[in-house]
């Protein structure tokens, strides 16, 4: 999570302001999602699609003697919910604008465009939700016609039985400071529903706030689980500590072993499953992406650069570049001067 934070801020992400796209689905429709790889990355381009269209159209409101608008997007896919829960939903890092290529050349500019307003986020999930119900009508027409063979069939049934596992709810008093827990909250801003989807456009980030990119990015890659959360009791169970308080004061989970790890399963994503996806002008084909990666910052001694990935990299290497970026803490320094490094076999 965090190397591949600092490398996508170093070396990947150009210098440009960005927002946070939030896109969540109807229960039944996420949990389809996260064990069919095939209907995701259907699901991934319609939403990416929905967007740039969206951007190009104000692009050309804005900028109208501008060329053709070049848009991005990164997408980062999770799969869980707070309580070790199996829920599909997308993440998406969108520049708060279009690039557009110089004339003649291959470089490109950024042009800048005006906050989403509330009736943008409205317009949009509602085009989202048509484009995907159409989208889910083709897939169960294809599947009807070339059924799923029945030993894929038959693991995601299990999986999402795995996903299912019961787990004993602790609720403690509420204090005063949780005593609105349950009560209808007020309406996020820029944040939207329809027919089940949902959208949020409410996080970004200025394009100086590069600690603050590097934050989000570690927020989207972040893992499903905190360890710090988790907790073997006396008897054997598993106690998982809740993020937010649930209705009805729920503040614990507590899992049989067995069922536990059944969920952990269930979170675990298909094989070959990219988990990180990049659109438009951020994507390894695009011809107009080695002009957009940002100028690396000069080394200092509280935060090192992220170098460019290597085939192999030692776990000491990592873990002492990683640990003083985050915490500003070099763990390969020893009390007596010397460092630590990985030993021949």
């Known amino acids: 999570m965090s190397e591949r934070a600092a490398f996508l801020v170093d070396r990947a992400l150009p210098r440009v302001p960005f927002c946070q796209w939030v896109l969540t689905f109807p229960g039944e429709?996420?949990?389809h999602l996260a064990f069919d790889p095939e209907l995701a990355a259907a699901v991934i381009r319609v939403f990416v699609r929905v967007l740039f269209e969206w951007q190009g159209r104000r692009a050309a409101r804005a900028h109208s003697d501008s060329s053709r608008p070049l848009p991005a997007a990164?997408?980062?896919?999770?799969r869980f919910s707070d309580g070790a829960g199996l829920y599909f939903h997308l993440h998406t890092l969108v520049p708060d604008g279009v690039f557009v290529e110089r004339e003649g050349t291959l470089s490109v500019d950024?042009?800048?465009?005006p906050a989403p307003s509330q009736a943008d986020i409205t317009a949009l999930v509602q085009r989202v939700a048509e484009r995907l119900h159409g989208l889910i009508a083709r897939c169960l027409a294809r599947y009807a016609a070339a059924p799923v063979p029945s030993h894929k069939r038959s693991q995601a049934e299990f999986l999402q039985r795995c996903a299912q596992s019961m787990a004993q709810r602790i609720r403690e008093p509420l204090g005063p400071a949780l005593a609105s827990v349950g009560v209808a909250r007020p309406?996020?801003?820029?944040?939207?529903?329809?027919?089940?989807f949902e959208l949020h456009a409410a996080v970004r980030i200025r394009a100086d706030d590069r600690e603050g990119l590097e934050r989000l990015c570690r927020y989207l890659g972040r893992p499903a689980l905190a360890l710090r959360r988790l907790r073997r009791l006396p008897d054997g169970r598993i106690e998982l500590r809740l993020k937010r308080t649930w209705r009805g004061g729920v503040r614990k989970l507590v899992f049989e072993p067995s069922a536990f790890i059944a969920r952990l399963c269930a979170l675990v994503p298909p094989p070959r499953f990219h988990m990180v996806r990049a659109f438009g002008v951020f994507s390894n084909a695009s011809p107009y992406r080695p002009y957009i990666l940002p100028e690396p910052p000069g080394e200092s001694a509280a935060v090192p650069t992220a170098p460019l990935r290597p085939a192999r990299m030692g776990w000491a290497d990592g873990l002492g570049r990683e640990a003083k970026r985050v915490f500003q803490r070099d763990v390969t320094a020893c009390p007596c001067g010397g460092?630590?490094?990985?030993g021949r076999r």
């Open 29 to 31: 429709l996420a949990r």
């Open 74 to 78: 990164m997408v980062w896919i999770q």
């Open 110 to 113: 950024f042009l800048p465009l």
């Open 187 to 196: 309406k996020r801003p820029l944040c939207a529903r329809h027919a089940g």
């Open 339 to 342: 460092r630590l490094r990985r």
